[in-house]
């Protein structure tokens, strides 16, 4: 037996861990790591079993190839990768670099290197058919930036707030960051925030985890947020709340805004968002009291109705209130491993990326610039694939991800992914977009890699100036014929003659480097280097010079364009929305559950002994459940304007009355009548890709879906579809 420290990257919490792994290099056993400085020996469930993760009989050990009638054989991973490159210089040489496509899902971010060396390779073939799962996720930040501006220097951070408002999103389940709330150990930094005086608002249409910390819980209505952030913004400009010199200093439309909202009064938001008006007070207060602070948002947001201008409204409490970083003050998180950036007290102005570069041919939509590069609408990506064409896509490369299953409309997409010439999955496990994959490729498991944590080279993201490195600590199974994800796309570029380039400089091509080379090369330039960094195996918070915010740049002119033509207009037809009456009489919204993350579920073989649920319920409140006639585990199908599914039921006294609080990942595929019980249900076949997506980024509908919830009866027979 041996002991080995390590970090976990199964979500971005990137938790410290101690394996023991034993005298077949197996891991035995995992724990919290006390002396990681960020989670202090925080893990959840999905980390202490990861061992089983790396062992479970279903992973994927060689590269497999599908035959003509579907099934699979295994392929000498040379060769796949051979055949792999000649069918995609074919059909580049045949229908130029827009035809192969990647997405990059879940499974690729927390793995460091694939992150820069895919991009690499799609610019190495010229192919801006880049997908990620960010536009079927929370791209309407990217929108809210490219639309409103935003700050140079970020926000205040989470260390000196005195107030926090988050929409849509549970941190303590998720670990999502949001605006900057603790995204290691959360309940730790949520119960110490609290401690030392901080104001919590959650507005959740659920009393989640999170929300029992708040001073203030909002149980919105679901897709009432734009309707609650433009009350608050309306209350707070009416009593002269706002930072009046940040604004008379950075804002364009400050008086457009206070006529847009104008009509939010407390009334109207109770009947938009069923949130009363005490309560809408009671926020506003919290909110403007300060006077240090945040609003943010995740997917509870991101998914919902109308995404674009409700996240645009919530920044827009930031920037009514001046919430970010101002000249002299410090950076939590300088860059530690990578240069510096210079941060300024200035608004970086409005880019709106989707109106230049390349775009789709379906609805002429463009792209959005991450940290990534610029990447297309995976809202729109089925549609893209099935047009035919010039410029129709034909091949597509899925570095750890599930599109079959993450991206709305099923149907269609499951359609889209069959009618591809080639189909590659970089993936572990065999899920629904792999089965119909024609090659997939298995990668080595984070244990048996280097790694950097997800948030490498991001400023933003860590709440001071943190880093940490993993070595690999065990080996792949004996016999197993497994890559590196990022080798796959250094291998295929050398085999069609192209040369990857990483921070602007050439990749060696003649030999391929090692894992830790590539992370070397990344690491460049900053303070610490990756030796320095070696000899702290528990990661470590660097006590580097301090970064202050600099002074804007001479003659800088950039302002917050608070209420642009297009958000004024959506935020218009929000409003008839909204105020429609519906014939569906439930509200579908998205969740996350605590052991899986997304259709992955690490631990899936040991779920079943240990009493986990083998499915996604559908939470409903108990009244509810009384009202259908329903208890717990009776199935129902939850019917849509885009079809249907039979869920089960599970009763949840949190969840707001006319809400059904589902994950999505679940169910077999479309072709697969597995039970509910067994696989769980895809919420994605009753959601549409047709209608209501955003107009600048196809995000669809994924939260507040109208639903009509019929008891199924015994069910008996009844497929996870009909
Ligand atoms: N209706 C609805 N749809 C949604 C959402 C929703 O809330 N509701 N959420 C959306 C969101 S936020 C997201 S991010 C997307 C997720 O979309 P995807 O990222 O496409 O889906 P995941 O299920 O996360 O797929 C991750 C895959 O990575 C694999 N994997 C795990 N570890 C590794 C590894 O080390 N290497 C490689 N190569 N693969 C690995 C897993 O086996 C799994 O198949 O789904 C979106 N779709
Ligand atoms: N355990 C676990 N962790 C995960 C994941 C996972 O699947 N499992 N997935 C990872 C991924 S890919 C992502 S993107 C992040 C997401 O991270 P989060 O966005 O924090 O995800 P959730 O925990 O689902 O929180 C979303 C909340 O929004 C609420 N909500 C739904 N509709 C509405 C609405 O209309 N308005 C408001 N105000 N709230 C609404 C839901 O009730 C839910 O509590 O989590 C990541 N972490
Ligand atoms: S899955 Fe996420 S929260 Fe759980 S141990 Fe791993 S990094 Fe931490
Ligand atoms: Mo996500």
Known sequence: MRTAISFCRICSGNCGTLLTIDEDDRIASIRGDREHPLSQGYACSKGLEAGEMHRRPDRLLHPLKRGRDGSFERIDPDRALDEIAARMEAIIERDGPVAVASFFGTGGYNNAAVTEVLPAFMRAIESPSFFSAVTIDQSCMLVTAARMGAWHAGRQPWSTADVWMLFGTNPLVSLAASGGAPAFNPSKGFREARERGLKLVVVDPRRTETARYADLHLQIRPGGDAALAAGLLRMLLARGLEDRAFCDAHIHGLERLRAGVERFTPEHVERLAGIPARELEAAAELFAAGPRGCAGAATGVSMSPFSNVTHHLIECLNVVCGRYLREGEAIADPLVLTPREERRAEVVPPSRTWETGHKLRVRELGGLQSQM??????????DEILLPGEGQIRALIVQGGNPATAIPDQRKITKALASLELLVS???????????????????????????????????????????????????PPGAQVLDDWYVYWALAKRMGRTLEIAGEPLEMDAAPSTEDVLRRMARGGEISVDDLRRHPHGRVF???????????????????????????????????????????????????????????????????????????????????????????????????????????????????????????????????????????????????????????????MSAVPVTVVPAGDGSALGNFS
């Open 373 to 382: 590069g610029h990447e297309m609408p995976s809202g729109a990506l089925a």
């Open 426 to 476: 970089v993936e572990p496990f065999m899920g629904v977009t792999a089965r119909m994959s024609h090659y997939v490729l298995p990668p080595t498991l984070m244990y048996e890699r280097a790694d950097f944590p997800l948030w490498f080279g991001l400023s933003r993201r860590q709440p001071c100036a943190f880093a940490n490195y993993a070595e690999p600590v065990v080996a792949p």
């Open 543 to 701: 006590d580097v010079e301090p970064q202050l915010v600099q002074p804007a740049a001479r003659g800088h002119a950039g302002r917050f364009d608070v209420l642009p033509d297009d958000v004024a207009d959506e935020l218009a037809a929000y409003e008839a929305a909204a105020g429609t009456p519906s014939p569906f009489g439930h509200r579908l919204t998205v969740r996350r559950m605590r052991h899986a993350i997304n259709s992955y579920r690490p631990q899936a073989e040991a779920s079943t002994s240990r009493g986990r649920r083998t499915y996604n319920p559908a939470y409903m409140s108990p009244e509810d459940l009384a009202a259908l006639g329903l208890v717990d585990g009776d199935r129902v199908r939850l019917v849509s304007d885009a079809g249907e599914i039979v869920a089960v039921v599970a009763a949840d006294p949190g969840v707001r009355p006319g809400v059904v609080s589902m994950a999505h990942g679940w169910g077999a595929g479309p072709e697969d009548d597995r039970a509910a019980e067994e696989a769980g249900s895809c919420t994605n076949l009753i959601i549409s890709t047709d209608r209501d997506c955003e107009a600048v980024n196809a995000m669809p509908r």
